[in-house]
Structure formats: structure tokens, C-alpha cells
């Protein structure tokens, strides 16, 4: 039996499949190469038990023909839905990008499970779908979600088209709503931002936003490791867990000095005004994993000490010039 994963290519994808097949697992996957790369599969594409094809889940005829063909070859056992726009200003700016990448992806994804009988589904949502509560602390029954992004939006009705899917023919659903996830290969991301801007102008890093935004954040690493300890150990019909480090994160201002330590050591940090980076930036997350650790799984690292691992890196992965 074949796991398949959408978004294969990307950030955590790759991440995913390299820890599938090293548990011995048969992975197939498709991406549309947007913001992932066939670099990133380098390792996994030499092994045996990975096969990936070029096909964007957005595309439901081309979509339906790539998983038909697998799923006749090898049945897929479950799909673990990652394919997503992770770019939140980018779906600011045009909100076509969070329906067509987050929301259809999604749609076309239960549609062909359902032509297939293809019955478990694994979905990546994230901590946007709530919105901004202040320093509420946010568990998996907080409401009302009211996301302030048209990507925690998309995200959202991906979780209800996934819900309403489970009442006619799914027979069990993962839902993880993901933090600020760090590590490489970075595409994107404060990290990244930073690090790139830095080899740009070694004297200077612009800080969007005052620096106070204070959120959790978790390497990938860990992020793989806990959505592969709840697919094992969850067995309710409908199992949905808040992912993320056990603190209360760090700052904006933490992450610039970290990354100015480790890429040009004496530049000058200038803030912006006001505490969020761009619209539908969330400035305080407070984000409760109480259920992840009563299902017996725990974070290694504080958030602080994930972004000092990331930060060095993606600095090892960003070039200086």
C-alpha cells in the first residue's frame, strides 16, 4: 500500500517523505513545483519506494489522472494533503492564490477520494484558521475561528469540506493545525527573509513591524515527528490537534538578533512601526498543545532553541554573495 502526499516537493513534504520511507513506507507524491523544487526530493528520488510526478492538484483533470494511474498500479492507503499557498501576503494581495491552491486543492483532493475509495485523509491546516484573540490561550475547541488571512480562511473551509466529507464516505480524517514551522529546505519565511536580506546589505537588516510580534515556533523536524506519532496513536473518526512547541514563543526583535549574530555580526536591526509585519499577520499567538501532550507526544526543543538550529541552517543554505 502507497501513502500519497500532496505539496510532496515543498517545505514539509520533503520532510515527510524522508521520514516515511525511512520507516519503511511506499510514498508517492505530486506537486506543481510552485514553491517546491526537485531539489529538495534529490535523496528521496533515489529511492525505490518514492515515485513523484509534476502535476498540480488544482488541476483536476491532470490531478485525476496522475492518482487513478498510481492508485491502479499501487493502491493508496491514505493521502496526506499538504499541497497549499503558505505565502500569506502574496494571498493578501491576490486571493485567488489561497482559493485555487489551499481551497480547490483540497476539494479536487476529497473528490478523487471519493471516486477512488480512497478513505483517510491527513490534512495540514494551520493556527490561522482562528484569527487574532490577543493572549487568549487557543486550544482545538476555541472559537469562534474568525481568520483575519485569506489563507486561514481557505484553511478553514478546507477543514469543513473535510468534516462534511467524513458524514458521506470518508471513514477517518487528521486535521493539524500547524505553528510558525522553521527548518530547511526554507522557502520562504522570517528565517529566510532575513538571512536573504542580510547577504543583500551585511550592514542592515529592515525588520517589518516594531519587533514585539511574539509567536511559537517549531522545526520541522519535530513537526514531522508529531504528525506521525498522532497518525499512529489518534483513533477517533475525526482527530484534529494543535501542533506546536510547548513555550510561549519568542519575539520578532529574538529572531533579528539571532540571525544578525549568525550572518553579519554588528549590523544595525531597524524596526518598522506598529506590531504586525503586513495584513493578516497575527502579532501574539498564545497556542495550547495540552491535547498533543495528553496523547503522550512532547516537543524536544523550546521555540528559541528551534530558531537558533534553523537559523544556522539557512544560513548554510543561503549562499552569501
Not at 19 to 29: D, E, I, N
Not at 267 to 275: K, L, P, T, Y
Request: net charge neutral; hydrophobic share 45%.
Amino acid at each position: 500500500m502507497t501513502v500519497f502526499i500532496t505539496g510532496v516537493a515543498g517545505f514539509v513534504g520533503t520532510n515527510l517523505a524522508q521520514a516515511m520511507l525511512a520507516r519503511g513506507r511506499r510514498v508517492a507524491g505530486v506537486d506543481n513545483l510552485c514553491r517546491g523544487s526537485t531539489r529538495n526530493l534529490a535523496v528521496v528520488l533515489e529511492n525505490p519506494g518514492f515515485e513523484f510526478q509534476a502535476v498540480d492538484a488544482a488541476d483536476l483533470d491532470a490531478y485525476r489522472s496522475a492518482l487513478t494511474a498510481l492508485h491502479r498500479r499501487s493502491p493508496i492507503a491514505e493521502i496526506w494533503h499538504l499541497a497549499a499557498n503558505s505565502d500569506i501576503p502574496a494571498g493578501i494581495a491576490d486571493p485567488g492564490v489561497d482559493l485555487r491552491d489551499t481551497f480547490m486543492t483540497t476539494f479536487n483532493t476529497l473528490l478523487l477520494m471519493k471516486e477512488l475509495g480512497i478513505g483517510t485523509i491527513v490534512f495540514s491546516s494551520s493556527s490561522a484558521v482562528y484569527g487574532d484573540h490577543g493572549d487568549r490561550t487557543l486550544d482545538e475547541d476555541a472559537g469562534p475561528l474568525l481568520p483575519i488571512s485569506n489563507y486561514g480562511a481557505m484553511k478553514l473551509a478546507s477543514e469543513a469540506a473535510i468534516s462534511a466529507a467524513l458524514e458521506s464516505y470518508l471513514k477517518s480524517a487528521y486535521i493539524f493545525r500547524f505553528p510558525n514551522v522553521i527548518g530547511v529546505p526554507a522557502t520562504h519565511g522570517v528565517i529566510a527573509d532575513f538571512v536573504r536580506k542580510l547577504r543583500a546589505t551585511p550592514d542592515q537588516l529592515e525588520v517589518l513591524g516594531d519587533g514585539t510580534q511574539r509567536k511559537s515556533y517549531l522545526h520541522v523536524e519535530e513537526l514531522v515527528d508529531a504528525m506521525l506519532y498522532i497518525r499512529a496513536h489518534a483513533a477517533d473518526r475525526l482527530n484534529y490537534f494543535n501542533i506546536g512547541a510547548a513555550d510561549e514563543g519568542v519575539t520578532v526583535r529574538f529572531i533579528a538578533e539571532t540571525v544578525v549574530e549568525r550572518v553579519a555580526h554588528g549590523a544595525h536591526i531597524r524596526f518598522g512601526r506598529g506590531n504586525k509585519g503586513w495584513v493578516g499577520d497575527v502579532p501574539r499567538f498564545s497556542y495550547s498543545i495540552a491535547k498533543l501532550l495528553g496523547l503522550g507526544w512532547r516537543p524536544k526543543l523550546s521555540s528559541a532553541d528551534a530558531i537558533r538550529r534553523a537559523v544556522d541552517q539557512i544560513a548554510g543554505q543561503e549562499p552569501a554573495r
